[in-house]
């Protein structure tokens, strides 16, 4: 197993790894949406913290060697299944190859943050 980190996204807030690749795929562990320099959460609301999401996740799969053409599945947890919708958006404007999803509204997320996604892909050799 090779475990990935890059400055460019999230410090691991506890015990884990940004992300491990094992027999050629990677698996992120859950991205909140921090700013990777200040830690900070960015955004109050759903569109500008999924966008930080995604962004953090882009910059996993680009340390790893890979990029979201790649993703295999991906799990997203929202905070409120109302944002639901908008998620969407910001979700099909980073990942557009349609990869096999879960999506499901949980009853809360660390720090207070209102969206978490983590994400499978494959890593080109």
Do not use: W
């Not at 919708?85 to 404007?93: D, G, I, R, W």
């Not at 509204?105 to 892909?121: D, F, G, N, R, T």
């Amino acid at each position: 197993m090779k475990r990935i980190h890059t400055e460019k996204a999230p410090a691991a807030i506890g015990p884990y790894s940004q992300a491990v690749v094992h027999n050629g795929v990677l698996y992120t562990s859950g991205q909140v949406p921090l700013d990777p320099v200040t830690g900070e959460i960015v955004g109050s609301d759903i569109q500008s913290q999924a966008n930080q999401v995604l962004k953090n996740l882009e910059q996993i799969l680009k340390e790893a060697g890979t990029d979201f053409s790649k993703v295999i599945k991906t799990t997203c947890f929202l905070a409120d299944m109302k944002d639901f919708a908008a998620f969407n958006e910001v979700y099909a404007s980073y990942i557009t190859e349609k990869p096999a999803r879960s999506c499901v509204a949980v009853k809360e997320l660390p720090k207070q943050v209102l969206v978490e996604v983590e994400v499978i892909a494959a890593i080109e050799e």
